[in-house]
């Protein structure tokens, strides 16, 4: 399938840790995602929003299994040297358990190997478990954007080089 073409060996995907395996997105994958994506998230991508995007040569999806339950995931697109995060998450009963830190390490690598020098997001304000999160992980906060969701939030404007 696509998105297993991308997989190389230098990547280290698939990479079991523990119970878990960090892995490509799998199509089987999406219905846990879409089902995360709006429990956790105020304005969450639908499943067909999210199957676009999957879609699209520029994005990548790595995910975190237990078994077959999906417990984390991050999607981010590349546009050249740019690595932008689409979204990430980490099911509620696996927080706190330094997967959303280790998940950012993988997608670093993939990022970085395919030509990316720096990652880039946006976070809600409100979002200090995010916040802390990149901070932990030398991101930068360069800037504020107001209103930058539909319920009118402030986001934080998220860097790192890689
Ligand atoms: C933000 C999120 C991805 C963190 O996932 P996680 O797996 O719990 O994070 P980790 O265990 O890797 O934590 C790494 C560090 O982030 C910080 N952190 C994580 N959750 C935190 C919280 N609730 N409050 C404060 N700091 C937090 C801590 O510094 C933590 O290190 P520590 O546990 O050694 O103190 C998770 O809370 C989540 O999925 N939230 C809902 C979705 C979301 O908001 N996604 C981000 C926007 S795209």
Redesign the pocket.
């Known amino acids: 399938m696509f998105w297993r073409k991308r997989s190389r060996h230098q990547d280290g995907v698939p990479l079991r840790e523990g119970p878990f395996i960090y892995d490509w997105f799998k199509l089987r994958d999406l219905p846990q995602i879409a089902r995360m994506e709006a429990k ?2 105020p304005e969450p991508y639908s499943f067909w929003t999210l199957l676009g995007l999957i879609l699209r040569p520029s994005t990548y999806y790595l995910v975190i299994r237990q078994k077959n339950m999906v417990v ?1 995931y991050i999607g981010f697109r590349l546009f050249e040297k740019a690595a932008h ?1 689409i ?6 009963d ?11 390490l993988v997608a670093n690598r993939v990022a970085i190997n395919r030509g990316a020098r720096w990652f880039t ?1 946006e ?2 304000v409100s ?4 916040l ?2 990149l ?2 992980m030398g991101w930068l906060q360069i800037g504020r954007c107001p209103c930058f969701f539909k319920d009118g939030e402030d986001i934080i404007v998220v860097w790192k080089w890689l």
Do not use: D, I, M, P
Not at 87 to 92: D, I, L, P, Q
Not at 98 to 103: F, I, P, T
Not at 127 to 130: F, P, S, V, Y
């Open positions: 956790y998230f984390a995060t979204s990430t998450c980490v099911h509620h696996f927080r706190r358990r330094g997967l959303a830190r280790k998940l950012q997001g976070v809600r979002n200090l478990a995010q802390e999160h901070k932990q």
